[in-house]
């Protein structure tokens, strides 16, 4: 009898311990994925801090931008404060790409028409600038414009109606007061009325005016020495600028339509 009775125990016994090792082997596989789940998640957040530090550095800022902004158009200071908008990428590489076109067309323009010495462009810090010498354009002392200066300006703005920026149209002169008896009482008002005249002449060909903007600088910023004729005629000028920072959203539109049909 106490045979039998042991060997009952013997087999009650075995059945618990089989059925501990099957739990704990349950519970050791959850905490291995719970545990893989972990790392998971760690590694993920750590690419995303990777990714946060990336755009940062590229964009310049301490904050990547929120949900709902257009690629980084919309940006957040340290401080909170919302930046206004910038150009963003796409307008940066249109600008890039439309102002060196119109530096080589302007460059073509004149030497087609034998403009040389009299007509210029280049790309700058501040954007596109085309600078035309008053002798094309105004007779001394007046802001009326000339026969060759009407005929140069509107072959000028069959290419300057292809790129819609904002244009600052600047006048300049050397630093000789204007005569006595002049309209005009001082190289202020002379280098500001040929900066009007020049701007009335492009929206009479097409240009929005919108665009436009027209400054009198007199002589305050020459580009030559007023010490010598050659340095004064240079400086007796007027500036057409197509400003970096400020191309106009119609074009971003436009080329992302060309984009989509090609």
């Known amino acids: 009898m106490s045979q039998d009775f042991d060997m009952e125990d013997d087999g009650g016994g075995g059945g618990e311990a089989g059925w501990l090792a099957t739990y704990a082997d349950l519970v050791t596989l959850l905490f291995a994925f719970f545990v893989l789940l972990f790392a998971m998640a760690s590694v993920e957040e750590d690419k995303f801090e990777q990714l946060k530090k990336s755009l940062n550095s590229a964009i310049g800022k301490q904050e990547v931008p929120e949900a709902g902004t257009r690629e980084g158009l919309s940006m957040k200071d340290v401080d909170g404060e919302t930046e206004p908008n910038a150009v963003d990428e796409l307008g940066g590489m249109i600008q890039k790409e439309e102002q060196e076109e119109l530096v080589s067309e302007i460059k073509e323009f004149v030497l087609v028409n034998n403009l040389g010495g009299k007509v210029s462009a280049e790309n ?117 600028i197509y400003e970096r920072s400020k191309i106009s959203p119609d074009q971003i539109k436009a080329q992302e339509v060309v984009n989509q049909t090609k």
């Not at 790129?163 to 005569?179: A, E």
């Open 124 to 240: 700058n810090d501040n954007g596109t600038v085309i600078t035309l010498s008053d002798m094309i354009l105004f007779r001394p002392g007046d802001a009326e414009i000339i026969a060759e200066g009407e005929d140069t300006m509107e072959k000028l703005t069959k290419i300057l109606n292809q790129f819609k920026y904002k244009v600052r149209i600047v006048g300049h002169t050397d630093n000789i007061p204007v005569s006595s008896g002049n309209q005009y009482k001082n190289n202020w008002e002379l280098s500001a009325a040929r900066a009007c005249d020049i701007v009335e002449i492009l929206i009479r060909d097409g240009v929005d005016p919108i665009y436009l903007t027209a400054a009198g600088r007199a002589s305050v910023e020459p580009i030559a020495s007023n010490d010598t004729p050659e340095g004064r005629a240079r400086n007796r000028r007027v500036e057409i």
